[in-house]
Structure formats: structure tokens, C-alpha cells
């Protein structure tokens, strides 16, 4: 890579500001010499302004559209929760069984985990 | 009531997450109220339509639930939310395979200094022209330079080193710039 193509990518970190010092200064040093680096760090900090301005922009989930997310994300709560239930139960029957079969000796996760 | 309303301004994400391990619906909630404007706005900057960015954000938010046993608290919590979206938002996009067509014609018509024109028209320009940035490279651009977050927080929600991340958004910036100035 030239020191021309270094300087260029270098140079949206540049317009955005976030450059450590010494690279700062090198990118100076180069713009100061160069008319198309300066025409390019023109065109990064137009695209800059235009970045601003979109972020900018008001954007937002429409008043339906957030009942039916919320609606949903109601059901999401409720059948999880119906999920950890079952599996709770089915959790605790299949300990119930280990155990029946075991001839009444509790698993043997509660016997040390060995 | 007011000391619901009170709680729901002063917790932390962190806090809202400890309850809602303990199955309290209302912190929950106040979650989703919390994070559901920034994770909307990512799902619509990353897909391009305001329905399919809806649809995702509902599946971000279902999925944030759902994987809330594996938040450590190792990043804020809006962070991993993030990374959620992204995920998302990126699937969702593969798997459609739509790209908003550019009305090329519309874009080379674009005076030298576009921000002269009525800011609502620009807007839709450069929107535009965000769809036509590859996926990782737009993500990065709009966690970045449309949400403010840091490299650090950019290379955590798209999951790639840091490196990558600045990377990512520098060649996002580079064909927005060549679509747009």
C-alpha cells in the first residue's frame, strides 16, 4: 500500500475525529501537500453532515405495529414461562422415576455427585 | 403506582434483568419499553422497511427473553440487546434476499452539496443508500455513526474483534461517500 492509499484509509477515521495524535499529524502533513486527499476529506465530511442528519431522523415503530409487539412479546412471556412449568414438572417427575426405579435411593446428583 | 413509575426510571438494566429471573412481568416490560425505540431504529437502518424492521424487532426483543440465562453481565445489557438486533436483523436479511433497488438515476442527480436540499429528501437518499452498503459494513456504520456507540461496543454487538469492526465501518463510510458525495 502506498503512502497515498494509507493516508486515504485513514482518512473517514480522520473526518469522524477519531484518530490518535500521531496519526492526526501524519494525515495533516499529507493533506497539506495533496489537493485530491483534501477533495476527499471534502467528500467524508460531507457524507459526515448527511450521517448527521439521518441520524437525526425521527424513526419510530408505528403505534399499531408497537400494540402488536407488545401483544406478542405478552404471549412470548406467558408461554415461557407455561415452558418452564412443564418442564419443571416433567423435571421433577423424571426425578420421581430415577428414584422409583432406583429402589428408593435418591439420584445421584444429591448423593454427592459422584 | 408512583413507586412502580419510580422504579421504572431509577432501575439499572442490570436490576430490571435480576427481576425478571424472578419471573417479574413488569420489569420486563419496562425493559422493552426502555430499549424498544434503539433496537427499532437498528432492525429499520439494517433492513430498509419499516415492516420488516417491526417483525424484528418483536423477534430481537422474544429472543433477548428468551436468552436472558445467558446475559453475564459481561457487557451492558444494551450491548448484547445489540448484538440480538444484529443477529436478527442480518438473518432476517439473508434470508429474504431483498435489496431495495437504488434509483441510480435519482442518486447521480444529487447536487455536489446535498445538504442543501430539504433534509427530509436527503434523508431518504443516503437511507437509500445504506441498503446498498453489504450487510456487516452497513451494521457497523449504523451501530457507529447513527447510534454513537464505541469500536469497542460495535466489535462486541457484531461479535468480530475490534479491528474488524473499525474496519467494517470504514469501508461502509468509503461506498457511502462514493454512492453519495
Same mark, same amino acid.
Given at each position: 500500500m502506498s503512502a497515498t492509499d494509507e493516508v486515504l484509509s485513514l482518512l473517514p477515521a480522520y473526518a469522524a475525529d477519531e484518530l490518535a495524535a500521531v496519526e492526526r499529524e501524519r494525515v495533516e502533513r499529507a493533506l497539506a501537500e495533496s489537493p485530491q486527499l483534501r477533495d476527499e476529506l471534502a467528500r467524508y465530511q460531507r457524507l459526515f453532515v448527511l450521517l448527521a442528519a439521518l441520524a437525526d431522523e425521527d424513526v419510530a415503530l408505528g403505534a399499531t405495529a408497537e400494540r402488536r409487539m407488545l401483544r406478542q412479546l405478552a404471549i412470548g412471556w406467558y408461554l415461557g414461562g407455561v415452558v418452564r412449568f412443564v418442564e419443571g414438572v416433567a423435571s421433577a417427575y423424571g426425578r420421581a422415576l430415577v428414584h422409583y426405579l432406583g429402589g428408593g435411593r435418591a439420584p445421584r446428583s444429591q448423593q454427592g455427585g459422584r | 403506582m408512583a413507586e412502580d413509575l419510580s422504579n421504572a426510571v431509577t432501575d439499572s438494566d442490570a436490576a430490571l434483568v435480576e427481576r425478571i429471573r424472578m419471573g417479574e412481568r413488569a420489569a420486563f416490560d419496562t425493559l422493552v419499553r426502555r430499549h424498544q425505540a434503539i433496537v427499532y431504529r437498528v432492525c429499520y437502518r439494517i433492513l430498509g422497511e419499516p415492516e420488516d424492521a417491526a417483525d424484528a424487532t418483536q423477534e430481537a426483543l422474544l429472543r433477548a427473553y428468551r436468552k436472558?440465562?445467558?446475559? $453475564?453481565?459481561?457487557?451492558a445489557f444494551k450491548t448484547w440487546l445489540m448484538r440480538l438486533t444484529v443477529n436478527v436483523s442480518l438473518n432476517e436479511r439473508e434470508r429474504r434476499?431483498?435489496?431495495?433497488?437504488?434509483d441510480d438515476a435519482r442518486l447521480a442527480t444529487?447536487?455536489?452539496?446535498?445538504?442543501?436540499?430539504r433534509q427530509a429528501e436527503a434523508v431518504t437518499q443516503i437511507h437509500q443508500a445504506l441498503q446498498q452498503v453489504p450487510p456487516n459494513h452497513r451494521a457497523a456504520v449504523v451501530l $457507529?455513526?447513527?447510534?454513537?456507540?464505541?469500536y469497542a461496543e460495535v466489535a462486541i454487538a457484531l461479535g468480530v474483534p475490534e479491528g474488524t469492526a473499525k474496519g467494517w465501518a470504514h469501508r461502509g463510510r468509503s461506498r457511502l461517500k462514493d454512492l453519495l458525495t
Open positions: - | 436472558l440465562d445467558t446475559f $453475564r453481565g459481561q457487557s434476499k431483498a435489496t431495495l433497488p437504488l444529487l447536487p455536489e452539496h446535498t445538504v442543501d436540499l $457507529r455513526d447513527l447510534e454513537g456507540f464505541g
